[in-house]
């Protein structure tokens, strides 16, 4: 693929995308995909998955069901065969799947699901297949439209075409009976938050929100820390940049940039050492900013740096 921007040179010939692998699904809905690696050993991490295997890693995608729009398939991508099904909760009416999201917990393979009629439930898979439902409540009055978990996969936010935000809990394997109170609930006065994101810290979260607006709210007071205005129409999607956070990676980093500096300063002259320490103080800073982007559906993509 080109890494040459299409404004700086739109003449250049780029190669289009090709399809490497399809999967089937049902679409008869408005729920998206949520895919996450699979974990054969418990307590192993995403990150650590991607550096210990030498070829692609094993990949699992959560789907509302074929027949049944409230239930949920669990495929392997990409042989594309189902692994399980999350069956719809026959104790209430939730109505389709609305938004959903596929995690290990405490070496559980974990669902989070927002549902038509506003509620939210939150399954584990136990031995034999048998899924068990470990939290479930009705903190909305109208569809879930989105909702994301924190990192420290201690906690999850979902929003809806109401002008509510809820926390709620992700409960250990360890809990015992069925959580129906979520955490936190916030009247924004601002219905149809599309979008919602947890940034890499769990410090704050933002929507994308109907009215064109993007705002950002703090994780632990749920109160609204900034309004972004710059687009002309709805906005849809929204995304927060990873940033590495534990003393593990931040140590790493810093003997990277002392072992290059420490080169520079033997090859290369004064002005080239200063020129590549600001090189290397922009990239520093671009790869320690938690960049927000957002999508419209007036065809812009925004990039913020907020805090």
Known sequence: MSTILPVND??????????LHALDVNT???CSFSMCYHHSLPGVSDEEILRTNEGPPPILIAVPNAINSDSIDILQFTQGNRISTVPADKSTKTGMLMALR???RAGQLTVVAGYEGGHVSVYQRGVGDVWRKTYSCQPHSQPVLSLDVAYSNEWFITSSADATIVKHPLLPESSIGI???PLQVMQTKHSGQQGVQVRSDSKVFATAGWDARVRVYSSKTMKELAVLKWHQDGCYAIAFAAVATSSVQMDERKN?????????NQVSTSEQSLLG???RRRSEKAQSTHWLAAGSKDGKVSLW???
């Open 10 to 19: 739109p003449e250049a010939h780029r190669k289009p995308p090709w399809l």
């Open 28 to 30: 008869l809905n408005f």
């Open 102 to 104: 596929l995690l290990y």
């Open 179 to 181: 959580e129906a109170q």
């Open 256 to 264: 990277e940039d002392a072992s290059e500096e420490g080169i520079q």
């Open 277 to 279: 320490g600001v090189e």
């Open 305 to 307: 740096d907020i805090y």
